[in-house]
């Protein structure tokens, strides 16, 4: 028989909350994260909005602070939510082999130092193109390697295995948007095939810097409604005009089951089933018919052991894009065929923005949360029906509706597409 995954703990840090609870009760309200950013100076900028994480530092998980300043903010949030998943799920040394204790996450790059690169470029300009030895040079004087190197998407993995002396597999992907999704599925293959039996995974993320929003901006990707930060995000809405970015981490402790109930861990339910796919169409679009996103969800639906009529609620990817909202709409009546207008499908980036990287362990987590207490968080910012947007989008309030089993997708930039089956556990 195959291994069983479960999840025994749980932790994030984003713009709604610094741990699962408050985040999970602000969802269940329709409070909104976003607002004016206030990481940099955005004045001038077509989007001047962003889901920023407020109030938190690593100080908060009993870090010292001054340890950490020259660490990345994404370090910084992967360390914080795994510190909390690692305590709510019991482990100690001790207690378990730590070669077969991993981390695999999904992080991205930490902030990049935009203003610095502007000041290198400019001194380096000459009337016949750029002096590469003054760029150099420059560059020498005014950068910080240590802060340079702490940026890059593989240092959170690094750090949170050496917190938990974590000596197994550990890996880092970036495939976009569908990152920390992909991070626990491969995480659930290395414990179902007996790599590891317990696995910290998760992802986290920044790109509320000039660089990040200036790309953004350039793909006409990200909401400019700027008169009203709350309501920007509205996924589904007619009136969608492109995603709010939004940074935090989340983390979540995978563990083969009979490991789990050798040590009387908390159980918060089990990773049943894992679909990833490519579009294999273009970079910057997705498959008008959604072809990536219908054959990720039959095959984590399938890899779960259910049938569609089994799942009842659908975490969407739900960017608040016309594009994406469209096709995903068109991919869940596909897959979920006479009963998609009877599954509820919502996306809670109506309140937190999307985390990139991180979007997809923070939306698992909320799927957990909806089996646990039977409540499904709701889409908020809902207010003009599209017409090719026609499902259950759970409008602007939570409900309490039965859920035994639920749907997480995270359809990346670039068409990596992944979708996860979150279920109530059963011994």
Known sequence: MRRRVVITGMGCVNPLGHDVESMWSALKEGKSGVAYTTIFD?????????????????????????????????????????????????????????????????????SQDFMAFSRMMTAALVPDGLDLAQFARTGLEILNPVAEIEQEPNMPSGYVAGLFNAQG???????????????????????????????????????????????????????????????????????RDGFVLGEGGAMVVLEELEHAKRRGAPIFGELMGYGTTADAYRITDIHPE?????????????????????????????????????????????VFGDRAMQTPVSSTKSMMGHLIAAAGVTEAIVCLLAIRD?????????????????LDYVPNTARQARCDFALSNSFGFGGQNISLVMGRFTD
Request: negative net charge.
């Open 42 to 110: 955005a004045s001038n900028f077509p989007t001047k909005i962003s889901a920023e994480v407020k109030d938190w530092d690593i100080g908060k998980v009993g870090e010292d602070p001054q340890e950490w300043k020259l660490r990345g903010r994404h370090t910084k949030f992967a360390c914080g939510a795994a510190i909390q998943a690692v305590a709510q799920s019991g482990l100690k040394d001790g207690q378990l082999d730590p070669t077969r204790f991993g981390v695999y996450l999904g992080a991205g790059e930490g």
């Open 169 to 239: 597999p550990n890996l880092n992907c970036l495939t976009a948007c569908a990152a920390s999704s992909q991070a626990m599925g491969e995480a659930t293959e290395l414990i179902r095939r007996g790599d590891a039996d317990v696995m910290l995974s998760g992802g986290a993320h920044s790109m509320i810097h000039p660089f990040g929003v200036t790309g953004f901006n350039l793909l006409t990707a990200l909401s400019q409604s700027n008169d009203q930060p709350t309501k920007a995000s509205r996924p589904f809405d007619r009136l």
């Open 374 to 390: 039977n409540v499904l968080p709701p889409t908020i910012n809902y207010e003009n029906p599209d017409p090719e947007c026609d």
């Open 290 to 334: 959604g072809r990536g996103g219908i054959a990720c969800m039959r095959m984590a639906i399938s890899d779960a052991g259910l049938s569609p009529a089994d799942i009842r609620y659908v975490n969407a990817h739900g960017t608040s894009t016309s594009v994406n909202d469209r096709v995903e709409s068109l991919a869940c009546k596909v």
